[in-house]
């Protein structure tokens, strides 16, 4: 690592709950909805993997990609809960999208349910777009890092 990716951006830096500090520079494009780096306070890595909206039975919940992107990040944020990291300590989240499109016109939606079920910190972030899923009925998956202290 140089001196140059040592030190914190000059401007759009802040520091969120959990001690992750949320580096978005001014000179990038505003971000909406993720950060474009989050550099976390040394603590242990936890890998979270990718959840779908299963319910406990083991089936697909939610018609449409509003409701099963609120089913994953639920079922996401409760394994990461149970390896003892909440909302704040989310470093980096991948989210697969059978329809990016789709994903896309319900943005406002999905960030509604971000913020209510997360709060205003977002991790850094990225939406893939995936010809299906594990399940078949399954229109998003959401897998993660935390770093919990």
């Given amino acids: 690592m140089n001196a140059e990716s040592e030190r914190p951006a000059e401007d759009g830096a802040g520091v969120g709950g959990g001690g992750m500090e949320r580096v978005n520079p001014g000179h990038l494009a505003p971000p909406t909805g993720f950060s474009h780096a989050v550099r976390a306070a040394p603590g242990t890595l ?10 406990g039975a083991g089936r697909i ?12 990040l639920t079922n996401l944020l409760d394994v990461a809960a149970a390896s003892g990291a909440g909302p704040t300590d989310l470093a980096k989240l991948t989210v697969f999208a059978v329809d990016v499109a789709d994903y896309r016109r ?10 209510r079920l997360v709060g205003g910190d977002y991790p ?9 899923l594990w399940d078949e009925t399954a229109l998003v998956e959401i897998e993660g890092i935390a770093v919990v202290r």
């Fill in 124 to 132: 850094a972030m990225a939406v893939i777009g995936a010809t299906r």
């Fill in 61 to 72: 919940v939610g018609d449409g990609i509003v409701e099963q992107f609120e089913r994953a």
């Fill in 46 to 55: 936890v890998f979270l993997a990718g959840q779908t909206a299963l319910d």
């Fill in 106 to 115: 319900h943005a406002r939606e999905i960030g509604r349910v971000w913020k």
